[in-house]
């Protein structure tokens, strides 16, 4: 069974840039959430991707946004960096079944600094 | 809303010294508790988990029970070990989304 995997590990990007992160599930999953780590903090929700729909979405602004694709791999998109995006982006996949999601798995992360 | 409460760290201990962690949480609903570990450089593991009021989780040594007349998830373990040394998240789930709590340290010496 593979697990979650994410690219790339770190990246570097200056204010005002866009970047793009990448999530791979982990196998007969169909549900991706996207969280993101301050230092020193614990994770925030950012929005969830059921079946390539958007399922949710916390308190982030429009220009965090996500991709769901058909083999449930994800993508989350930032533009207009600012310098408090800096931090670590966490995916996580699970099965979205009639009772609920259960359990979340992580992926390592994709660690990014704004300069 | 939604919110976890745990207690601030560093957590220091020596080894084989007793742990807990307090966490309590504020909810509507039942939600599902967690308790992640985060090593250094690493993404978060899924410690343990407790899904309905009164189940206690357990894994690796630890154990914690959901309490829902104290809203509580309290992480402990008997004998701690140098490679437990972690950062430990509560974290609880509403409609499937993680609500976690700011984390706390724990650093185990010899």
């Known amino acids: 069974e593979t697990g979650v995997t994410q690219s790339p590990t770190h990246l570097i990007k200056t204010r005002g840039q866009q970047v793009t992160l990448r999530c791979s599930s982990q196998?007969?999953?169909?549900?991706v959430s996207w969280y993101q780590q301050a230092l020193g903090q614990g994770p925030q929700f950012i929005f969830q991707?059921?079946?390539?729909?958007?399922?949710g979405r916390g308190n982030f602004p429009p220009r965090f946004s996500g991709l769901q694709f058909p083999n449930y791999s994800s993508e989350l998109n930032v533009n207009a960096l600012e310098l408090d995006d800096s931090a670590l982006y966490l995916c996580?996949?699970?099965?979205?079944?009639?009772?609920?999601?259960?359990?979340?798995?992580f992926g390592p992360g994709t660690r990014l600094t704004v300069l | 809303g939604n919110s976890v409460t745990q207690m601030e760290g560093p957590v220091t201990l020596s080894e084989e010294a007793f742990l807990t962690i307090n966490c309590t949480y504020t909810a509507t609903g039942y939600p599902s508790l967690f308790w992640y570990v985060q090593y250094p450089g690493e993404g978060l593991q899924l410690l343990l988990k407790?899904?309905?009021?009164?189940d206690k989780g357990s894994n690796k040594g630890f154990e914690a029970t959901y309490r829902k007349e104290t809203t509580s998830f309290h992480l402990e373990k008997g004998s701690v070990q140098v490679s437990d040394s972690a950062v430990y998240f509560c974290a609880l789930s509403s409609w499937g989304k993680l609500q976690f709590g700011a984390g706390t340290q724990v650093v185990v010496t010899p």
């Open positions: 996580a996949s699970s099965s979205l079944l009639g009772g609920g999601i259960d359990e979340q798995f």
């Open positions: 407790a899904t309905k009021a009164d």
């Open positions: 991707y059921y079946r390539e729909e958007e399922n």
């Open positions: 196998s007969g999953h169909n549900t």
